[in-house]
């Protein structure tokens, strides 16, 4: 009897050992001055995806072309339920919910860490792109509309002068 006991006090002990290792089997990645947390899955990391959207992509419009979202796929795969509580706790315990405040289960999914590098790398080199070229229409705009001051200045400084010849010769 007290080789049973024993033996399922071992298997315990090495249950929560396993458990408390696989817990703390994960690490902060950076990604554009953005730390999020990242959980190991076969030697590779893989971020949540709720926190994706809340933390990188929710600075963009919605509207990512279909060309970027076929090159840059991000592929999700389900959170175990070790992952569900690694992400939980380093949500509540460390970062005081600021990456959202639901509760991640099982349904919840992650992505890999390069495929999440690569597609915001992508969506943003297109947003800024798309701001450059609204900024240069605006900086032609406001070019065009300098030029036509300058020239409406020069036309009243002449005809001024001109006002003063004729007030000047009465």
């Known amino acids: 009897m007290e080789t049973c006991l024993a033996l399922a006090k071992n298997l315990e002990t090495r249950v929560h050992t396993q458990f408390l290792q696989l817990l703390y089997n994960w690490q902060w990645v950076d990604i554009d001055n953005t730390q999020l947390p990242a959980v190991m899955r076969g030697g590779e990391r893989f971020l949540a995806v709720h926190m994706v959207q809340l933390k990188l992509l929710s600075k963009f419009p919605p509207a990512i072309p279909a060309e970027i979202i076929s090159r840059f796929t991000m592929v999700s795969h389900k ?11 380093i949500n509540a315990i ?9 509760l991640f289960t099982t349904q919840d ?4 860490l390069n495929d999440v ?5 992508n969506v943003k080199a297109l947003n800024l792109s798309r701001i450059i070229q609204h900024t240069n229409g ?8 300098q030029s036509l001051k300058n020239y409406v200045e020069a036309d009243l400084e002449v005809s001024h002068s001109f006002r003063g010849v004729f007030y000047f010769l009465e």
């Open 94 to 102: 460390k970062r005081k919910f600021d990456l959202g405040c639901q």
């Open 109 to 112: 999914e992650v992505v890999r």
């Open 138 to 145: 605006n900086l032609t705009l406001i070019a065009t509309i």
């Open 79 to 89: 959170m175990s339920t070790v992952e569900a509580w690694q992400f939980n706790v």
């Open 117 to 121: 590098q690569m597609f915001y790398w």
